[in-house]
């Protein structure tokens, strides 16, 4: 079992940055893919970003265009969204997700919501 709480998302201003990050419980942690989903109202949820169990390779879904970098840190079960250049277009709510076998996702967290203003 594991289990995922976000944190740190926030109302920011269109091209600020934020940090989100991930805490997870169990002693499997560093066997799991980990990734970053997002749902923006009306909108289905969509990928952000997955990193590989040890941190070797990254994924980003096209419109992140360089301005996110996903990490991770297997010590501290923890698991990080560095989003710069923040636009109203990232506004959603962002999720983090545990996954042993891509595509499938194992776990999920409760989200936390990231809101660009203009």
């Known amino acids: 079992q594991v289990q995922l709480v976000e944190s740190g998302g926030g109302l920011v201003q269109a091209g600020a940055s934020l940090r989100l990050s991930c805490a997870a419980s169990?002693?499997?942690?560093?066997?799991?893919?980990m990734g970053w989903f997002r749902q923006a109202p009306g909108k289905e949820r969509e990928f952000v970003t997955r990193?590989?169990?040890?941190?070797?390779?990254?994924y980003y879904a096209d419109f992140v265009n360089g301005r996110f970098t996903i990490s991770r840190d297997n010590a501290k079960k923890m698991v990080y969204l560095q989003m710069n250049s923040l636009e109203p277009d990232d506004t959603a709510v962002y999720y983090c997700?545990?996954?042993?076998?891509?595509?499938?996702?194992?776990?999920w967290g409760q989200g936390t919501q990231v809101t660009v203003s203009s």
């Open positions: 990193i590989s169990p040890n941190g070797d390779i990254a």
């Open positions: 169990g002693r499997t942690f560093s066997i799991y893919n």
């Open positions: 997700a545990a996954a042993r076998n891509i595509p499938n996702c194992d776990y």
